[in-house]
């Protein structure tokens, strides 16, 4: 089955750790995305990539960090310098059939909690 | 700058009755508009977007969207609801890039 997977489910972060959440994919598509969720908030974006060894930064970039050395990969690092991590983190990815017309495929999500 | 304005945070309706969601948006070019759902500690999944053409979308589970750009909304519908549907629906916009932004998001709690 195709799709995209995020592990780990749940995460426990100590304050000045730096963690990497996973996200995997394959759906073969091009382009992939970070976004932090909070309760009443929505989605805010991250990073994201449209193609592989480039990305570019979202709204909220301060604080983590994102590689993309492989087509299926997108790991995401929270970072000690992100002072709030605590939130629900969501991978997405799609085919850029048209710049802004694509359906984004969502993973299943990490929480992460700081302690 | 674009945005979208989900103005109900919460929306309890009666199972088989009638919901509309709510969704308005920003925005100083052309967009295309999307609708994704979000059931309990799980990912989006899209419901319906409009991308030209028809003003009236119709997407999975029974559920449509109409574009009305005079009014910048996207408002979502279903003629009857179940429980199943309980979820969080969240609306987004993009101009044409790779870039959404994405509402607030709306509960839709359907009671028995």
């Known amino acids: 089955d195709g799709g995209i997977t995020q592990s780990p489910k749940y995460l426990f972060r100590k304050e000045g750790q730096n963690v990497t959440l996973s996200c995997e994919q394959n759906?073969?598509?091009?382009?992939m995305y970070w976004y932090r969720q909070d309760p009443g908030q929505g989605l805010r974006l991250i990073y994201y990539s449209q193609i592989v060894n480039d990305f570019q930064k979202g709204d909220i970039a301060e604080g983590y960090s994102v590689s993309r050395e492989k087509k299926e990969s997108f790991p995401l690092t929270v970072t000690s310098a992100q002072k709030n991590p605590t939130a629900f983190y969501l991978c997405a990815s799609s085919v850029p059939a048209g710049a802004g017309t694509d359906t984004q495929y969502f993973g299943p999500g990490t929480r992460l909690t700081v302690l | 700058a674009q945005s979208v304005t989900q103005l109900d945070s919460q929306v309890p309706v009666f199972e088989e009755a009638p919901v509309e969601l709510r969704c308005n948006y920003s925005?100083?070019?052309?967009?295309?508009l999307f609708w994704y759902v979000q059931y309990p500690n799980q990912g989006l999944q899209l419901l319906l977007k409009?991308?030209?053409?028809?003003?009236l979308v119709k997407g999975i589970n029974g559920f449509e969207a109409e574009f009305n750009k005079s009014q910048t909304s996207f408002h979502l519908r279903k003629p009857s609801v179940h429980i199943s549907d309980t979820a969080e629906y969240f609306c987004a916009v993009n101009s044409g890039t790779y870039k959404y932004i994405f509402g607030t998001g709306t509960r839709l709690k359907v009671l028995a």
């Open positions: 409009y991308l030209s053409g028809s003003t």
């Open positions: 925005s100083s070019v052309s967009v295309y």
């Open positions: 759906l073969n598509h091009d382009a």
